[in-house]
């Protein structure tokens, strides 16, 4: 069975302060929880989260990463560095940094041989638009991500890999995507997975949804047969909010 991974991205939100009061308050109410438990801060917050977070169940993880080790690359961040300090994974290809950063398959796929290269864990980012799934191209919209920005990449490295499922029209708008709708597609990308590598990696990979997870819809989110945790945004702000949500899994 595979296990539920429930990773926070904070986005440009909280300061280290305030990161090590999250951590302190969340740390009790998750010590003996078996869901894997991530938390994606900003990079100003990265060594007071591991800091906080040391010797406790959550795990750390960047927002996004460059994907050269080194160079003349002004205000950027390589996989080499997260790794010098201990993060663990790294979201990559987010929504909000392919529409206002113009990154492409081409540079998502960049990214993710380097964080593996680098021992980091990517959570990859894909989704349609509103537009795209009013006219029917979501299945194939989001297939053609996953193909492009796993390009290359050997089942190991896939098998170690989290896709995260965000319809773009859903993250902070407050709309969700319909359990069925959130479930249907996670098969989707499953299946996507069997015909590139297998079944067995495919039945091995975590799928997880994102797009205004709340702790009102998670529950039957984690219930279905193929949405493997969540990815979640504004909730992730708040420790209670967080804390229901990975309550809300079945252990």
Request: hydrophobic share 35%; glycine share 6%.
């Amino acid at each position: 069975m595979r296990r539920k991974v429930i990773a926070g991205n904070w986005k440009m939100n909280m300061l280290p302060d305030a990161t090590i009061k999250f951590i302190e308050e969340l740390t009790p109410l998750v010590k003996d929880k078996q869901s894997e438990i991530i938390i994606c801060v900003p990079y100003t917050d990265l060594f007071y989260a591991l800091m906080s977070a040391q010797n406790t169940n959550i795990k750390i993880g960047a927002q996004n990463m460059h994907w050269e080790e080194s160079g003349a690359y002004t205000g950027e961040v390589s996989g080499q560095m997260l790794k010098a300090i201990g993060v663990e994974y790294v979201i990559i290809g987010h929504s909000e940094r392919r529409q206002y950063f113009n990154e492409t398959d081409e540079s998502v796929n960049k990214k993710i041989k380097a964080a593996f290269e680098n021992k980091l864990k990517p959570i990859l980012c894909v989704g349609e638009s509103l537009e795209q799934r009013e006219a029917k191209k979501q299945d194939e919209v989001v297939t053609n991500q996953i193909k492009a920005d796993l390009d290359g990449l050997t089942s190991e490295q896939v098998s170690n890999l989290i896709i995260a499922y965000e319809p773009i029209w859903a993250i902070g708008t407050g709309k969700t995507a319909t359990t069925e709708d959130a479930n249907n597609m996670a098969k989707t990308i499953r299946n996507k997975i069997s015909d590139l590598y297998g079944q067995n990696i495919a039945d091995k990979i975590i799928i997880q949804y994102g797009g205004s997870v709340k702790s009102s819809n998670s529950k039957e989110l984690f219930e279905t047969s193929d949405v493997d945790g969540a990815l979640i945004g504004g909730a992730s702000l708040k420790v209670d909010e967080f804390d229901k949500i990975i309550e809300s899994v079945k252990e």
